[in-house]
């Protein structure tokens, strides 16, 4: 079955320190991944994707993500947090052909602590 | 502003209820999805329509349906309402040069009681 995994349900970083929000997928082909960012009482918010090519995508906000395709992984990064950093960070895959659908992880708190 | 609109803001209704949810997609986007997210199950996608056809179904309930209509707004029925449909419901809308971008609208939140 395909899938999606975050690990971590929140993630506690410092103000300034880097950040690093994981993701493991379980999908045959090559998928296409995305992060996407959920503020209180808002909709999603479209941070990044992968696609193909560069392993390291920039995205939004200075957020980045790196695909690993021997781990099956798409870990989220910014090399220094702000407090308003502070959301529920949502993982998500599509397999690249045969479907349509979409695959969220379950989602990660991330607090930044000033 | 992601540019998709969603009404209503709220809604609570009764078991056994049925209710409609609408989302207009951002100007130009031929694919609208829905997805329900609650506590206990995270965020569910339910199903795809693409210029009026549906493409893709998850993991939709039979007492839910869904169309998109020809000026390409979509409407989610949601029938016999159950306590656990109360959740958040999303709508996106994704662009014709990069279908696999989604742009998510604010959300419905349904209450049954």
């Known amino acids: 079955a395909q899938s999606v995994a975050q690990p971590e349900d929140q993630v506690n970083v410092a103000e300034g320190n880097p950040l690093t929000v994981k993701c493991t997928y379980s999908v045959s082909g090559n998928p296409y991944l995305f992060w996407y960012v959920q503020y209180p009482n808002r909709g999603l918010q479209f941070l990044l994707k992968?696609?193909?090519?560069?392993?390291l995508v920039k995205g939004s906000y200075g957020f980045e993500a790196e695909f690993n395709k021997s781990q099956t992984s798409f870990h989220l990064k910014k090399p220094s947090a702000l407090v308003s950093d502070s959301a529920l960070y949502f993982c998500?895959?599509?397999?690249?052909?045969?479907?349509?659908?979409?695959?969220f992880g379950t989602g990660t708190r991330l607090k930044v602590l000033a | 502003d992601s540019g998709v609109t969603q009404t209503p803001k709220h809604l609570i209704t009764a078991t056994g209820q049925r209710v409609t949810l609408r989302c207009s997609p951002r100007s130009g986007d031929l694919s609208v999805y829905w997805y329900q997210q609650s506590l206990d199950q995270g965020l569910q996608f339910l199903i795809q329509?693409?210029?009026?056809?549906?493409?893709a179904k998850g993991n939709i309930l039979e007492r839910f349906s869904a169309q998109q209509f020809p000026d390409l707004h979509s409407e989610l029925n949601l029938s016999s309402l159950e306590l656990g449909d109360s959740a958040l419901y999303f709508c996106?809308?994704?662009?014709?040069?990069?279908?696999?971008?989604?742009?998510f609208g604010p959300g419905t939140r349904l209450l049954v009681l």
């Open positions: 996106a809308s994704s662009p014709r040069d990069r279908e696999e971008t989604q742009y």
């Open positions: 998500a895959v599509r397999p690249s052909s045969g479907t349509y659908k979409y695959i």
């Open positions: 329509y693409y210029n009026g056809e549906e493409r």
């Open positions: 992968y696609i193909t090519g560069d392993n």
